[in-house]
């Protein structure tokens, strides 16, 4: 029914709400007819409804924002070069978070218990504690003191209580593993 779209038309350059026994009255239709044109326009996506039964109230639907704001990121990704990569903050760019961990609360022998302890730490310096600790596992030493360091270049280990016979086998970054270099900073 065309003309019952063009009165549609005409009323929402009139008033922003519609009603189905507007539309009806002004298209000269009955009341089901006029809904089922404005249903289909809600179907379509051109209108929304607020309401329900004879109260329901059709308005113009407003433009999709976030398409407009993914059309505006495709257009300026082309204009504007992007930086080759994001370079992290320097801790010295902002405070410097700091993160305490017990070695002994997850044990320090076997690749898992270094990944638990380690699940989800951020920071700038992270302080191991070794307190309690007589045993350390190669498996343990590879994950924290190579994966994981590699995995956080700007993220400062500081090891604390660890025995000397201990500490000879951790790793110091650009020496081969076994060698010394990480010392208690206390």
């Known amino acids: 029914m065309p003309a019952v779209r063009a ?3 005409a009323l929402l ?3 922003k709400t519609l009603t189905t026994k507007t539309v009806a009255d002004r298209a000269g ?3 089901q007819a006029a809904q089922k044109q404005l249903k289909a326009l809600v179907a379509k996506g051109e209108l929304t409804v607020h309401g329900k039964a004879r109260a ?3 308005t113009k639907k407003g ?3 976030w398409a407009k704001v993914n059309e505006l990121s495709v257009a300026l990704a082309g204009l504007v070069e992007a930086p ?4 992290p903050l320097h801790a010295q760019a902002r405070m410097a978070r700091t993160t305490r961990v017990e070695v002994a609360s997850a044990g320090s022998y076997y690749r898992l218990s270094a990944r638990l302890l380690l699940d989800e730490v951020d920071c700038d310096v992270l302080t191991l504690d070794f307190n309690g600790v007589e045993e350390l596992g ?3 030493i590879e994950e924290v003191f190579e994966k994981w360091a590699n995995a956080h270049p700007f993220t400062k280990l500081e090891v604390l209580n660890l025995p000397e016979a201990l500490l ?3 790793p110091t970054p650009g020496r081969p593993s076994g060698s010394t270099g990480y010392s208690d900073p206390l």
Not at 84 to 87: L, V, Y
């Open 29 to 31: 239709v009955s009341r």
């Open 13 to 15: 350059t009139e008033s």
């Open 84 to 87: 080759a990569a994001a370079a």
């Open 138 to 140: 190669d498996e343990f």
């Open 7 to 9: 009165v549609i038309d």
């Open 56 to 58: 329901a109230k059709y």
């Open 63 to 65: 433009p999709d924002l």
């Open 168 to 170: 000879a086998r951790i």
